[in-house]
T-cell receptor, first 112, second 112 residues
Framework: SQTIHQWPATLVQPVGSPLSLECTVE??????LYWYRQAAGRGLQLLFY??????ISSEVPQNLSASRPQDRQFILSSKKLLLSDSGFYLC???????????FGEGSRLTVL | DQQVKQNSPSLSVQEGRISILNCDYT??????FLWYKKYPAEGPTFLIS?????DKNEDGRFTVFLNKSAKHLSLHIVPSQPGDSAVYFC???????????FGTGTRLKVLA
């Protein structure tokens, strides 16, 4: 069966520090991968998605970036965090063009 | 520009009664719609989906209705149970884009 893991689960970082959130999918090949953010009182905002290794599409211009170094690995990064980067980050995967989107457990980021 | 909207931030329903959650969208190219349930500090879990070629899909206590002319979909939960208390998100996707756009969510509280 397919599983998705993301870590760390909780992160407290000072403003201006770097960020790296990692997501790994098991049990499937060539998944479409996604990063979403849920800010306080807001919905799920699509940040990045990838349909293949090295292919990254950005939805919201910001100081975050994403990379897909391997087929089932998706990384969310920042060189310098802002207060507004605080939120609940969710990695997700899907196969094909239409289908269920499966989410990881989420990573709570607090920027102080 | 919010392409998927859930105009009711919260809803309270008595146990055993029907819960109706609503979702509106603006992009007529959306052709696949999904509903997710989310508990605090967890990733969303898939509930039910519907393709634009249908106007109704049913799975147990959950039924999704799609009105394409009104660009409106709704999720019916019958009968509602206290365990259904969570935030519900609707999402929409357009063929060929690989993107899933989420609404802002509706918090459902089922009262025992």
């Amino acid at each position: 069966s397919q599983t998705i893991h993301q870590w760390p689960a909780t992160l407290v970082q000072p403003v201006g520090s770097p960020l790296s959130l990692e997501c790994t999918v098991e049990g499937t090949s060539n998944p479409n991968l996604y990063w979403y953010r849920q800010a306080a009182g807001r919905g799920l905002q699509l940040l990045f998605y990838s349909v293949g290794i090295g292919q990254i599409s950005s939805e919201v211009p910001q100081n975050l970036s994403a990379s897909r170094p391997q087929d089932r690995q998706f990384i969310l990064s920042s060189k310098k965090l802002l207060l507004s980067d605080s939120g609940f980050y969710l990695c997700a995967w899907a196969t094909g063009d239409h289908g269920e989107l499966f989410f990881g457990e989420g990573s709570r980021l607090t920027v102080l | 520009d919010q392409q998927v909207k859930q105009n009711s931030p919260s809803l309270s329903v008595q146990e055993g009664r029907i819960s109706i959650l609503n979702c509106d969208y603006t992009n007529s190219m959306f052709d696949y719609f999904l509903w997710y349930k989310k508990y605090p500090a967890e990733g969303p879990t898939f509930l039910i989906s519907i393709s634009s070629i249908k106007d109704k899909n049913e799975d147990g206590r959950f039924t999704v209705f799609l009105n394409k002319s009104a660009k409106h979909l709704s999720l019916h939960i019958v009968p509602s149970q206290p365990g259904d208390s969570a935030v519900y998100f609707c999402a929409a996707s357009e063929s060929g884009t690989y993107k899933y756009i989420f609404g802002t969510g509706t918090r459902l509280k089922v009262l025992a």
